[in-house]
């Protein structure tokens, strides 16, 4: 209740207002993260063009007891062995879908940062309506309450009419009604 008090309290410049709306809002954060799908995505298709390169090795340890065929008796024996191998490769053509791919990925990036532009935009027209209603508001408020106040000052001075017998009794009558209709 306190922290509802304290943000009723607080001014908030247009700006701040449009700012916090665009920061805050779950659309524009679902565009950024899109964004940043795309942005990878294009990293990721221009790297398709670099050679790729596969190295591995492959060691082990083999105990094994075997017969020696000129004794006719088994013999303990151990190997080492290792093994290296290594995979390089490059793709000099693919009927040009590498270039298509990164200008599909280039575009779909274009695309989404322009979703996030928008949207932004659209938000803060809306915050900015809404702060302008606001403001609107208040004047009319402002404007009802001077008139209420002019209204009320006429039925004196008519009050003060009356009684002095200048004004017929009548003429309250439209003021009471226009003070009315202000309150």
Do not use: C, H
């Not at 191998?85 to 990036?109: F, H, M, P, V």
Request: charged fraction near 15%.
């Amino acid at each position: 209740m306190v922290s509802g008090l304290a943000a009723q309290n607080n001014n908030w410049s247009l700006d701040r207002a449009v700012d916090y709306a665009v920061q805050n809002n779950l659309t524009v954060g679902q565009l950024r993260a899109q964004q940043q799908l795309a942005d990878i995505n294009l990293e990721q298709s221009r790297l398709l063009r670099m050679p790729t390169l596969n190295p591995s090795t492959n060691l082990g340890f083999q105990l094994a007891r075997t017969v020696d065929p000129t004794s006719n008796s088994f013999v303990q024996q151990n190997i080492l062995f290792n093994g290296l191998q290594a995979q390089a490769g490059i793709t000099l053509y693919n009927g040009g879908s590498i270039r298509n791919g990164t200008k599909q990925a280039e575009l779909d990036a274009q695309a989404t940062q322009l979703q996030v532009t928008a949207t932004s935009n659209d938000i803060g027209l809306q915050v900015a309506t809404f702060y302008l209603n606001v403001l609107l508001t208040r004047e009319q408020l402002n404007n009802s309450r001077s008139a209420l106040a002019l209204v009320e000052s006429q039925i004196e001075q008519t009050d003060a009419l009356i009684e002095a017998g200048a004004v017929a009794p009548a003429q309250r009558l439209d003021l009471v009604a226009q003070q009315a209709s202000l309150q």
